[in-house]
C-alpha cells in the first residue's frame, strides 16, 4: 500500500486556470505539508497542516490553498494558474517532527 | 533564517571508491537535521534523522554525522545503485514549520 498517494501524477493546463492536487496519507500521521521543487531541483516548504493549525510559508502567493477534510487528506487548490507556477509539487507527512515521508510529486506544466 | 549549503553539487565516483557528501547548516534552535535520497521521477526517500552533535546513525553503506555546524553523509564502498540526489534538510520550527532542504549533491558510481 502506498503511504502518501498523490493525484494526478502530470498536470497540463492553461494560464489562467484552477486546479487541484489530491493527497492521502495512510499512515496515521499527524501533519501534512506541501512543497515546490522548481526546475533547479531545489525543495521548498509550502505549507504545513497540523491539528486543524495551518502555518504558511509567508512567500507563497495566495493563490496557493491547502485544504483538509480530515487528518488523512491536504489537498492543493490553485487559482489563476501563472507560468511560474510550473514545477513539481510534493505532498509529504510527518508524526511530531520525525522524518517525513514523501509522495511521488506531481509535475505541473502551465501553458 | 534557516540555511542549508551541501557540497559538492555533483560528485562522480567509482564503484568501491568512498567519499563524504557535507551539509552545513545555520539554524536557531536544531529539532533534527534529515538526510534523504530522491531518485529521478520519485519523492525524496527518508534516510537518517539526527539530533544533537556526536550522534551517528548508520544503514548499509550509509553512515550520517552531526556536529554543530555540519553533518556528512559518508559513503563506504559504493554500489553503482547508490546513484541518486542526496539531500539535507533541517527542521527548526521555523518559516512553514517544515524541513529547510539543501540543493542536494548529484552522486554517480561508475561500475
Known amino acids: 500500500d502506498t503511504a502518501v498517494s498523490q493525484t494526478p501524477k502530470y498536470l497540463v493546463t492553461q494560464m489562467g486556470n484552477d486546479k487541484s492536487i489530491k493527497c492521502e496519507q495512510n499512515?496515521?500521521?499527524?501533519?501534512m505539508y506541501w512543497y515546490k521543487q522548481d526546475s533547479k531541483k531545489f525543495l521548498k516548504i509550502m505549507f504545513s497542516y497540523n491539528n486543524k493549525e495551518l502555518i504558511i510559508n509567508e512567500t507563497v502567493p495566495n493563490r496557493f490553498s491547502p485544504k483538509s477534510p480530515d487528518k488523512a487528506h491536504l489537498n492543493l487548490h490553485i487559482n489563476s494558474l501563472e507560468l511560474g507556477d510550473s514545477a513539481v509539487y510534493f505532498c509529504?507527512?510527518?508524526?511530531?517532527?520525525?522524518?517525513?515521508?514523501f509522495g511521488s510529486g506531481t509535475r505541473l506544466t502551465v501553458v | 533564517e534557516d540555511q542549508v549549503t551541501q557540497s559538492p553539487e555533483a560528485l562522480r565516483l567509482q564503484e568501491g571508491e568512498s567519499s563524504s557528501l557535507n551539509c552545513s547548516y545555520t539554524v536557531s534552535g536544531l529539532r533534527g537535521l534529515f538526510w534523504y535520497r530522491q531518485d529521478p521521477g520519485k519523492g525524496p526517500e527518508f534516510l537518517f534523522t539526527?539530533?544533537?552533535a556526536g550522534e551517528e546513525k548508520e544503514k548499509e553503506r550509509l553512515k550520517a554525522t552531526l556536529t554543530k555546524k555540519e553533518s556528512f553523509l559518508h559513503i563506504t564502498a559504493p554500489k553503482p545503485e547508490d546513484s541518486a540526489t542526496y539531500l539535507c534538510?533541517?527542521?527548526?520550527?521555523?518559516?512553514?514549520?517544515?524541513?529547510?532542504f539543501g540543493k542536494g549533491t548529484h552522486l554517480i558510481i561508475q561500475p
Open positions: 509529504a507527512s510527518s508524526q511530531s517532527g520525525a522524518g517525513s515521508t
Open positions: 499512515l496515521g500521521h499527524d501533519t
Open positions: 539526527l539530533y544533537s
Open positions: 534538510a533541517v527542521h527548526s520550527g521555523g518559516g512553514a514549520d517544515g524541513l529547510t
